[in-house]
């Protein structure tokens, strides 16, 4: 799509006043009930359908069909992220009236740094088409990786700072518990950081890990940029209330690396497929509605015997017991 600069930064203007709205409503520190995730976890994947039709108006069925399939992708992703955020909490002992300012924080962090990806992958794309046999390439040894993770019990590993975040708590400092919202306080005539801060770091710059095969896979269902950006944006906005939805489901998705790595390894063959079409060599490519369908039929699959293994699991341990 021909996208001008007054669309661009109309489309900013709204995201960032949905996040005001998503501020205001979350401002004062609490509990998140189940109803409250459940109501706002509706109201983001309404606003992005919603997004995804005015899309279908504007340039009709082909850039509706990347946005659903970037979409469901990056937020099925995301949902596997959620298993790292629920390390993160536990390792920084983060109180549960506060989790919900963390993660709102978080996301905002690595939504901004994420739109740095897609504006270098939008660069390298357009500079180099050679770059998507780099991309498949990337994203099936990455699926390859998942399934190897997945085996050996990835999720219930601990979480390790990464060395940027190492080398901030070095630099500045940190107190030794909670200040309320906090990020700064003084101790001793020294500016330290909270731990509040420090787990808003983590889980921002562990999301920017996952980009690095998100955005590859982004970029196998569209070229668009502004798909691309705002597919991402609607993913991650409604992660935060997700997470409180589903923070008790997600021992129970015992097969959701394996479905993301096929989804993975898919777009990784499509995109390969792409590059050769590209290079001249006459091959059949993969056409968004199939794609949609295939992520969709994935997922579905990979839930239901995600619960229908762990009912099976908890029925052997009663018996057991």
């Keep these: 799509m021909n996208i001008s600069l007054t669309v661009w930064l109309l489309t900013i203007a709204a995201l960032c006043a949905l996040v005001g709205v998503d501020f205001l409503v979350g401002r004062k520190p609490h509990d998140v009930s189940l109803k409250e995730?459940?109501?706002?976890?509706?109201?983001?994947?309404?606003?992005?359908?919603?997004?995804?039709?005015?899309?279908?108006?504007?340039?009709?069925?082909?850039?509706?069909?990347?946005?659903?399939?970037?979409?469901?992708?990056?937020?099925?992703?995301?949902?596997?992220?959620?298993?790292?955020?629920?390390?993160?909490?536990?390792?920084?002992?983060?109180?549960?009236?506060?989790?919900?300012?963390?993660?709102?924080?978080?996301?905002?962090?690595?939504?901004?740094?994420?739109?740095?990806?897609?504006?270098?992958?939008?660069?390298i794309i357009s500079a180099f088409s050679w770059v998507f046999y780099i991309f498949g390439a990337f994203l099936i040894w990455t699926a390859w990786k998942l399934v190897q993770d997945a085996?050996?019990?990835?999720?219930?590993?601990?979480?390790?700072?990464?060395k940027l975040l190492k080398i901030a708590e070095r630099r500045f400092g940190v107190a030794d518990r909670y200040h309320g919202t906090k990020l700064f306080i003084r101790e001793n005539g020294k500016r330290i950081m909270t731990p509040m801060l420090v787990v808003m770091l983590a889980i921002g710059s562990t999301d920017v890990l996952f980009a690095l095969d998100s955005i590859p896979a982004i970029y196998g269902l569209t070229q668009d940029p502004y798909i691309v950006f705002t597919a991402n944006a609607f993913a991650l906005m409604g992660l935060r209330q997700l997470y409180f939805l589903i923070g008790g489901l997600l021992k129970k998705l015992v097969h959701l690396s394996y479905g993301l790595s096929i989804i993975l390894g898919f777009i990784g063959v499509k995109l390969v497929l792409h590059a050769l079409h590209e290079s001249g060599v006459h091959v059949p490519e993969i056409s968004i509605p199939f794609s949609l369908g295939f992520i969709v039929l994935v997922l579905a699959v990979t839930t239901f015997t995600s619960l229908w293994a762990t009912r099976a699991a908890d029925e052997e341990t009663a018996v057991k017991s």
């Excluded at 504007?58 to 992220?81: H, M, Q, R």
């Excluded at 993660?103 to 739109?115: I, T």
């Excluded at 085996?151 to 990464?162: A, D, L, Q, S, V």
């Design 151 to 162: 085996r050996k019990g990835g999720h219930e590993e601990e979480y390790e700072e990464n």
């Design 37 to 123: 995730a459940g109501i706002w976890t509706v109201v983001w994947v309404v606003l992005a359908c919603l997004f995804g039709l005015g899309l279908f108006f504007y340039g009709g069925s082909g850039p509706t069909g990347e946005f659903f399939a970037g979409y469901i992708t990056e937020k099925s992703l995301s949902v596997d992220n959620l298993f790292v955020f629920v390390l993160i909490m536990g390792k920084f002992a983060v109180p549960s009236q506060y989790q919900q300012r963390v993660l709102m924080v978080g996301v905002l962090v690595a939504l901004v740094l994420r739109a740095g990806f897609i504006a270098a992958g939008a660069a």
